[in-house]
């Protein structure tokens, strides 16, 4: 008898030891990431990235989960009903955590509430460009020109409540213009409608426009980072430019449901910053134009609150409405 409790207080710490992985490994079930979108976008190459890592790291199998629909909304209501261990992670951007909550109506998830941040994973600027036919060849001349004949230039996004469309939004506050927004169905049509010269600009993820500014398809007007993009060095920064206060940058982070208790979390995030650190994931990030950019949990938290607080501010001033 006595040895049998020995191996049951053996077999309990062994069980502790695995913190966050437990319930997982008790019932058997891989962690999963969830993605809110299609596979093939930017959250789901990331979470893929991500993922591969991670079960590299001695995790056991992490699986990716797209669960697309509402902005990533779907996913996000999901994760918050989600137990709590661990099992049950999600790749979050500012389109879902800090807009598409806010923008929709219908929407009970709220990020603040919801979840707890586990670690940033990585930024992306985005860039202003013009299509080549238009006049302008800088920030200041668009300004000129749009101030001249307000609301008469059209600008593309790849939908409303997108970072794009919000960087926009911001941008022109800022500037002190008004133009027309030009919805689409995603950030493919809306370029090729550009350099079809159907509309004259749009903002854009600057790893899905370098090709066509380096070939000079497209005009690179600003890039929406603190810094110049190192894919872009001669494309200026748009306070460089003279419109302050419009940085954006596109960010991904791992988020987990609210009540995960800290210890998990904060073995989540070392394995995260782990996988961060390697050689192979800053490429294969790199490749895809992601600068990585790990925090802890709380810096994320914060994040996410002050994100939140930011564009919860253009929406309203903006009078932004999504379809329902």
């Known amino acids: 008898m006595g040895r049998q409790t020995s191996r049951r207080r053996l077999l309990v710490a ?19 990431i ?41 996913a996000a209501d999901v994760l918050a009903k989600s137990s709590p261990d661990g099992s049950t ?17 219908s929407a009970t998830f709220d990020a603040q509430r919801d979840v707890t941040g586990v670690a940033m994973l990585g930024t992306s600027p985005l860039v202003l460009v013009a299509g080549p036919s238009f ?12 101030k001249a004949r307000p609301g008469t230039f059209n600008f593309a996004s790849g939908g409303v409540g997108t970072t794009p469309h919000m960087a926009a939004e911001l941008f022109l506050f800022n500037a002190g ?27 854009a993820n600057v790893s899905v426009v370098t090709g066509q500014v380096k070939s000079g398809t497209l005009k690179a007007l600003a890039v929406t980072s603190p810094k110049r993009a190192p894919s872009l060095p001669d494309v200026p920064t ?24 800290r210890d998990i979390v904060l073995r989540l995030n070392g394995e995260v910053r782990r996988a961060l650190a390697t050689a192979g994931l800053h490429q294969r990030f790199a490749d895809i134009g992601l600068s990585v950019d790990p925090s802890s949990p709380e810096e994320l938290d914060t994040i996410i609150k002050v994100e939140s607080a930011r564009w919860g501010e253009v929406i309203r001033r903006a009078g932004i409405r999504a379809a329902e």
């Open 34 to 74: 969830l993605v809110g979108f299609a596979a093939g976008g930017g959250n789901d190459v990331i979470a893929r990235i991500l993922a591969q890592k991670l079960s590299e790291g001695g995790l056991g199998p992490v699986l990716v989960e797209n669960r697309t629909g509402a902005s990533g909304l779907i």
């Open 238 to 261: 748009l306070a460089e430019s003279g419109v302050s206060n419009s940085d954006v940058e596109t960010w991904f982070a791992l988020t987990a449901p609210a009540a995960t208790p």
């Open 135 to 146: 006049a302008a060849t800088s920030v200041r001349e668009l300004i000129e020109m749009a």
């Open 14 to 32: 062994a069980a502790a030891s695995l913190g966050p992985w437990c319930a997982s490994a008790q019932t058997n079930r891989p962690i999963r």
């Open 177 to 203: 213009i008004r133009m027309t927004h030009v919805s689409y169905r995603g950030e493919a049509p809306a370029i090729a409608d550009v350099l079809a010269g159907q509309v004259p600009l749009l903002f």
């Open 89 to 105: 992670l999600m790749i979050a951007s500012q389109t879902t955590y800090a807009v598409a909550s806010m923008l929709y109506k």
